[in-house]
């Protein structure tokens, strides 16, 4: 069974940082592109950073560059996200993803397994 389990997640006040992780089990996708995906309230998953099966190519939505870093280690199956700079708008919760295809995607259609999701809320 394919699972991917993200922790890290928690409150922190504005300015400050967390790391995110997303164990993945049940399958190795280290030729896979992994991605991270956020959800606040009332509002639709969007996009946040995305890492090809290399770990050369990434992409970020505009308003988390400079800030928030997206990085693998494939030897442990393992995604990360470091968010630094933390504003409040970046509360919501915090989904890790599996695409289907090796290179960088924007688009959730291509990411086949989804984690469960970690709150992070940032208070002002």
């Known amino acids: 069974q394919v699972q991917l389990v993200e922790s890290g997640g928690g409150l922190v006040q504005a300015g400050g940082s967390l790391r995110l992780s997303c164990q993945a089990s049940g399958r190795n996708f280290s030729n896979n592109a992994m991605g991270w995906f956020r959800q606040a309230p009332e509002k639709e998953r969007e996009f946040v950073a995305v890492?090809?099966?290399?770990?050369?190519?990434?992409r970020y939505t505009d308003s988390v560059k400079g800030r928030f870093t997206i990085s693998r280690d494939n030897g442990k199956n393992t995604l990360y996200l470091q968010m630094n700079s933390l504003k409040p708008e970046d509360t919501a919760v915090y989904y890790c993803?599996?695409?289907?295809?090796?290179?960088?995607?924007?688009?959730?259609?291509?990411?086949?397994?989804w984690g469960q999701g970690a709150q992070v809320t940032v208070s002002s």
């Open positions: 993803a599996a695409s289907r295809r090796s290179i960088t995607t924007k688009t959730r259609a291509d990411f086949e397994y």
């Open positions: 890492i090809n099966w290399t770990g050369g190519t990434i």
